[in-house]
C-alpha cells in the first residue's frame, strides 16, 4: 500500500505542473495517468501568445501569467538541460487594411504594455512571409515543446515511482473512518486532484461543472525557406520547430465533432498556411486533440463543494502551457495554506448557478 499526501489523476499539463509544484512544497505525490498521445498537451504547438484573436486583445492576465510561465519554463529547461522553452517574437501580420488602420489608431493607447514592441504598416519583407500591410510584434511570448516535457517529468516521476501508467478508477475511491482517502488496495491519500483535462467531464464528482470539449487540429509542414526566427499568426499561427519544420494551428470545433483528424481541418490549416507564405509546403503530419474549455473562458480551480479532500485543476482551453505554472503554484498554495484562488478562475463561482448536490 502507497501511502501519499496528494493523489493526481491525469498528467497532462495540469497535473504534471501540478505535481511538481506540490512536491516543491514538500508534498508526497502519486499521479495515475493513462497515456494518451492524442491528449490535448501531448497535440498542443505550445505557443504563448499575449495578444489573441482578430481584436489584437490582451489575453486574461497576460501581465502576471506569461512572466511566470516564462521563469517556470526557464527553469525546466535548465533542470533537464533541454530546451523546452524557446522565448520568440511573434509576428501578427495585419489581414485586411481596415485591420491595420484599427491597430495604428489604437497605439497610442497602450492597451498591450510591453507585450507590443513595434506596429508597422509596412511589409517586413521576412522571408518567405506575405505580410503586404505589415503587422504588431509582439515579445515575451514563445513556445513550448509540451510533450518532450511532460515526457521528462514522467520519466523522472517513473524513476522514483510517483506515477503509475493506468486509468483511475472513481468508483474504486473511498473515504476511511478516520477522514483517509483509500484507492483499491493500493493507494492512502490525504487530498485527491482531478486533473483529467476535457474527461473531467465524465468525472462522476465534476460532472457538473460547465466544462465543453473542444476539438482541436494542428498540422506538422515541413517548408524550406520560411523564416524560423519569428512565429507567425494570422488566422493560423505557424510555430517554428526547428530543421525547417512548423506546426501550424488550430482548428476549433464544439460538440458534435468526429473523433481524430479529418480532411477538413487539413483543408482549412493548409489554405491558411497558403495566406502566410508562398513557398510550397508539404505536411508531415496531423494530430487532433480535446481541451477542456469552459463556458467564460476562464479556468476551474478548487476544491469540490461537498468534498474538501477533492479538488480539481483544470478548464485551461486553449491556453494551457501559459496558464498551467502559475495557477499550479496558486493551488498548491491554496490546498496547502488556505491562500485565495483567483475568483475568476475559483470553480466556486460556478457552484451556485450549476452544481445540484
Ligand atoms: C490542437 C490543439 C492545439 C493546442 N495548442 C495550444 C497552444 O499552442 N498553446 C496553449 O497554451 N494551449 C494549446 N492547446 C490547449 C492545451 O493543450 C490545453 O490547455 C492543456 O494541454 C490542457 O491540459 P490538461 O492537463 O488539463 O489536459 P490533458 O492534456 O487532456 O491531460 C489530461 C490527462 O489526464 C489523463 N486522464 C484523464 N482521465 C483519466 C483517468 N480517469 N485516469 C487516468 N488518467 C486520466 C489523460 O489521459 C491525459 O493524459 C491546444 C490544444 C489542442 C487540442
Redesign the pocket.
Known amino acids: 500500500m502507497t501511502d501519499c499526501d496528494f493523489l493526481l489523476?491525469?498528467?497532462?499539463?495540469?497535473?504534471?505542473l501540478l505535481a511538481d509544484c506540490l512536491r516543491a512544497h514538500g508534498q508526497r505525490v502519486l499521479v495515475?495517468?493513462?497515456?494518451?498521445p492524442h491528449?490535448?498537451?501531448?497535440?498542443?504547438?505550445?505557443?504563448?501568445?499575449p495578444v489573441a484573436g482578430k481584436r489584437f486583445a490582451l489575453t486574461w492576465r497576460a501581465a502576471e501569467l506569461l512572466p511566470a510561465a516564462a521563469a517556470a519554463y526557464r527553469a525546466l529547461n535548465e533542470r533537464f538541460g533541454q530546451l523546452f522553452f524557446v522565448e520568440t517574437p511573434i509576428f501578427k501580420a495585419f489581414g485586411s487594411g481596415q485591420e491595420q488602420q484599427q491597430m495604428l489608431a489604437r497605439r497610442a493607447e497602450n492597451v498591450w504594455g510591453a507585450f507590443v514592441k513595434a506596429i508597422t504598416a509596412d511589409d517586413p519583407a521576412l522571408p518567405g512571409v506575405t505580410a503586404p500591410l505589415g503587422g504588431a510584434w509582439l515579445q515575451h511570448g514563445g513556445?513550448?515543446a509540451?510533450a518532450a516535457l511532460l515526457a521528462a517529468l514522467a520519466k523522472e516521476h517513473q524513476a522514483a515511482d510517483r506515477l503509475r501508467l493506468?486509468?483511475?478508477?472513481?468508483a474504486a475511491l473511498t473515504v476511511q473512518p478516520d477522514g483517509r482517502l483509500r484507492y483499491a488496495h493500493a493507494v492512502l491519500a490525504r487530498y485527491v486532484v482531478?486533473?483529467?483535462?476535457?474527461?473531467?467531464k465524465?468525472?462522476p464528482y465534476f460532472n457538473w461543472l460547465p466544462l465543453t470539449p473542444?476539438?482541436?487540429?494542428?498540422l506538422d509542414v515541413d517548408c524550406p525557406g520560411l523564416s524560423q526566427a519569428q512565429v507567425l499568426n494570422r488566422a493560423a499561427?505557424v510555430?517554428p520547430v526547428g530543421e525547417g519544420r512548423f506546426?501550424v494551428?488550430?482548428?476549433y470545433r464544439w460538440p458534435p465533432f468526429a473523433e481524430g483528424i479529418t480532411n477538413e481541418a487539413l483543408t482549412e490549416l493548409s489554405g491558411r498556411l497558403a495566406g502566410l507564405t508562398p513557398l510550397p509546403f508539404t505536411v508531415r503530419g496531423q494530430?487532433?486533440?480535446?481541451?477542456?474549455a469552459v463556458y467564460d473562458r476562464r479556468p476551474l480551480l478548487g476544491r469540490h463543494p461537498a468534498h474538501p479532500w477533492l479538488s480539481l485543476?483544470?478548464?485551461?482551453?486553449?491556453?494551457?502551457?501559459?496558464?498551467?505554472p502559475l495557477l499550479s503554484e496558486m493551488l498548491a498554495q491554496h490546498l496547502l495554506h488556505n491562500a485565495p484562488l483567483w475568483p475568476e478562475a475559483d470553480l466556486a463561482r460556478c457552484v451556485a448557478k450549476f452544481y445540484r448536490p
Request: hydrophobic share 35%; net charge negative.
Open positions: 489523476v491525469g498528467h497532462g499539463l495540469a497535473g504534471a495515475y495517468d493513462q497515456p494518451n491528449s490535448a498537451s501531448n497535440v498542443a504547438a505550445g505557443l504563448m501568445n513556445h513550448v509540451v493506468e486509468p483511475f478508477d472513481w482531478c486533473c483529467e483535462g476535457a474527461a473531467a465524465q468525472n473542444n476539438q482541436g487540429e494542428v499561427y510555430v506546426r494551428g488550430a482548428t494530430r487532433a486533440g480535446i481541451r477542456p485543476c483544470g478548464g485551461y482551453g486553449s491556453k494551457g502551457v501559459m496558464l498551467a
